[in-house]
C-alpha cells in the first residue's frame, strides 16, 4: 500500500519570500506520479505541478519547482516569489498505476 | 475552473432521507472519481468508473450507492446517512484510468443531522 506523509500541518511566508512544503511517500512500484495540488479557499483543486518518476530532472512550472529525491522518496514543493493568491491548502499526491493517494495537506498562510 | 461542476454545493439531509448529489464534467474525460475530504485527514478515493464500469470500490458502506450512466456524469445516491458522513464530496475526471492528473469540482458539503 501508499502512503504519503505531509509532515507540517500548517506553514506561514512572507510574502515575495520562498517557502518549502514538504512531501515523503513510500511504495514499493517503480513506476509512478507525483502530484501537488492546490486547494484555495474556495475548495476547487487544482493542480499546482507533476512529476514522473523515471524522470530524474525536477518538474518547474513558473514560480513552482520541485525537489524530487527518489531514492529518499521525498517529494518538496517550492513557492519561490510568494503571492497572497498562494495561500490555500496544499496536498502531495502519489499514483500508481491510477489509484491517487492523498496526504493530509500543509495550510500555507502568506502574511502581506 | 468549469471543467468539473458538482450539485448542489451544500446539503443538509437527516439520518432518514435519500439524496443524490451530481457531478458533470467537460473535458472529455472517460474516468470519473469520488472522492471523500473530511477534516484532519486525507482524501479518501470512494469509488473509480473507467468507461462508465466500475472499477474500484473502496470498501464505501453501502448506503452509498454511485452511479455512472454515460462518461459525462457520475451520482452518488445517499441514504440513512450517519452523521460522521458528514464531509466534503469531491468528483474528480481524468483522461484514462488515471495516466495524468485528475480535474476537481468544487465538491459537495453535505451535513448529515
Known amino acids: 500500500a501508499q502512503t504519503v506523509t505531509q509532515s507540517q500541518p500548517e506553514m506561514s511566508v512572507q510574502e515575495a519570500e520562498t517557502v518549502t512544503l514538504s512531501c515523503t511517500y513510500d511504495?514499493?512500484?517503480?513506476?509512478?506520479?507525483l502530484f501537488w495540488y492546490k486547494q484555495p479557499p474556495s475548495r476547487q483543486m487544482i493542480l499546482v505541478i507533476r512529476q514522473e518518476a523515471y524522470k530524474q530532472q525536477n518538474a518547474t512550472e513558473n514560480r513552482f519547482s520541485v525537489n524530487f529525491q527518489k531514492a529518499a522518496k521525498s517529494f518538496s514543493l517550492k513557492i519561490s516569489d510568494s503571492q497572497l493568491g498562494d495561500a490555500a491548502m496544499y496536498f502531495c499526491a502519489f499514483r500508481a498505476p491510477y489509484k491517487l493517494t492523498f496526504g493530509k495537506g500543509t495550510l500555507l498562510t502568506v502574511n502581506p | 475552473e468549469t471543467g468539473v461542476t458538482q450539485t448542489p454545493r451544500h446539503l443538509v439531509m437527516g439520518m432518514t432521507n435519500k439524496k443524490s448529489l451530481k457531478c458533470e464534467q467537460h473535458?472529455?474525460?472517460?474516468?470519473m472519481y469520488w472522492y471523500k475530504q473530511s477534516a484532519k485527514k486525507p482524501l479518501e478515493l470512494m469509488f473509480v468508473?473507467?468507461?462508465?464500469?466500475?472499477?474500484e470500490n473502496n470498501s464505501v458502506p453501502s448506503r452509498f450507492s454511485p452511479e455512472c450512466p454515460n462518461s459525462s456524469h457520475l451520482f452518488l445516491h445517499l441514504h440513512t446517512l450517519q452523521p460522521e458522513d458528514s464531509a466534503l464530496y469531491l468528483c474528480?475526471?481524468?483522461?484514462?484510468?488515471?495516466?495524468?492528473?485528475?480535474?476537481f469540482g468544487p465538491g459537495t458539503r453535505l451535513t448529515v443531522t
Open positions: 474528480a475526471s481524468s483522461q484514462g484510468q488515471g495516466s495524468y492528473e485528475q480535474y
Open positions: 473535458l472529455g474525460h472517460n474516468a
Open positions: 468508473y473507467s468507461l462508465e464500469e466500475r472499477v
Open positions: 511504495t514499493s512500484e517503480s513506476d509512478y506520479y
